[in-house]
């Protein structure tokens, strides 16, 4: 059974970090590429950030560039997203994804996590 699992959401004060995890379970994780997105209450869905499979290119947002990070470690099945100087409108669910980089992109996958949710607030 495909799954991808989230974890380590919360709450932070503005300007914190949290490091978001995403473990694959029932396919290997290093044959796709993996993305992150989010979605806020009364908000469109959001992409965040996607990796690639093999030759390492990355995407991210305006909203997040220059503050959050994607990196993955193939040999435990996971992709992390490094979030620092986190900002209230950060605050959302955080949901991962996998399948080609297109396609994570577009958020077209069938393949996503139930999402682990983010609160940044004072």
């Known amino acids: 059974q495909v799954q991808l699992v989230e974890s380590g959401g919360g709450l932070v004060q503005p300007g914190g970090s949290l490091r978001l995890s995403c473990v694959a379970s029932?396919?290997?994780?290093?044959?796709?590429?993996i993305g992150w997105f989010r979605q806020a209450p009364g908000k469109e869905r959001e992409g965040v950030s996607c990796?690639?499979?093999?030759?390492?290119?990355?995407y991210y947002a305006d909203s997040v560039k220059g503050r959050f990070t994607i990196s993955r470690d193939n040999a435990k099945n996971t992709v992390y997203l490094q979030m620092n100087s986190l900002k209230t409108e950060d605050t959302a669910a955080y949901y991962c994804?996998?399948?080609?980089?297109?396609?994570?992109?577009?958020?077209?996958?069938?393949?996503w996590g139930q999402g682990t949710q983010v609160t940044v607030s004072s």
């Open positions: 994804l996998a399948d080609t980089f297109a396609r994570v992109l577009a958020g077209t996958t069938s393949y």
């Open positions: 029932g396919f290997t994780l290093d044959r796709y590429a």
């Open positions: 990796i690639s499979s093999s030759d390492g290119r990355t």
